[in-house]
């Protein structure tokens, strides 16, 4: 059975430290790994995983893949109040649906 | 920037009443998903549904769910006899056609609540 694993489960920073967010996977058929951001409601997409070693990048977010271990990092530099939320991880495999981890809550105190 | 909308955001029902959730997923999307959460728990698949009739479903997705497409724009869950354990949020997603790796967009969310 398709597995995400997502550490740590809560987090509580500080504006401006660094995060690292991080998750395991076991999936058959592996086609990518997502990162979705859910504030109040919608998990906001984030990014999208399929290859190893190549870093997703979008302003002070950045991810990536390592295929070999299973496992991906969500990287958040220079933490703002608004980085607040639960971070999601999904994978698909050889199938239509996502798979997800139960999240990181990341709470940054001003 | 499209967006998938779901409605009604919260929906309140008694067990046993029937309750039918609508997405209007992003509008170039052909691919069409509902997922639910558990309140504390993970998000979870339901069902995916392409060409007008369902190409996967979970083990939760039973006899009592039924899903459908009634134009060019809505997508619709039906829960035809509602539990309490069914009380839950609701999630639409809808992705492009093409390559299965393709991003799933999520919509607001309804939660259900049954009593």
């Known amino acids: 059975e398709d597995k995400v694993v997502q550490s740590p489960l809560s987090l509580v920073v500080h504006e401006g430290d660094t995060v690292t967010l991080n998750c395991s996977y076991e999936?058959?058929?592996?086609?990518?790994l997502l990162w979705y951001k859910q504030e109040k409601k919608a998990p906001t997409f984030l990014f999208m995983l399929?290859?190893?070693?190549i870093e997703k990048k979008s302003g002070r977010l950045s991810s990536i893949l390592d295929k070999k271990e299973l496992f991906s990092i969500l990287n958040i530099t220079a933490t703002q109040t608004g980085d607040s939320a639960i971070y999601l991880c999904?994978?698909?495999?050889?199938?239509?649906?996502?798979?997800f981890g139960k999240g990181t809550k990341l709470t940054v105190n001003p | 920037e499209p967006e998938v909308t779901q409605t009604p955001s919260h929906q309140v029902t008694q067990m046993g009443q029937e309750v039918i959730l609508r997405c209007v997923p992003i509008s170039n999307h052909l691919y069409f998903y509902w997922y639910r959460q558990i309140l504390g728990q993970k998000v979870e698949f339901l069902v995916s549904?392409?060409?007008?009739?369902?190409?996967?479903k979970s083990e939760i997705f039973d006899d009592q769910f039924s899903v459908e497409r009634p134009d060019g724009s809505n997508f619709t869950l039906k829960i035809r006899s509602t539990k309490l354990e069914d009380s839950a949020m609701y999630f639409c997603?809808?992705?492009?056609?093409?390559?299965?790796?393709?991003?799933?967009?999520f919509g607001p969310g309804t939660r259900l609540t049954v009593l």
């Open positions: 549904f392409y060409n007008n009739e369902i190409s996967e």
């Open positions: 997603a809808s992705r492009r056609q093409g390559a299965i790796v393709d991003t799933q967009y």
């Open positions: 399929t290859s190893s070693g």
């Open positions: 999936v058959t058929n592996f086609r990518s």
């Open positions: 999904a994978v698909q495999g050889g199938s239509e649906k996502l798979v």
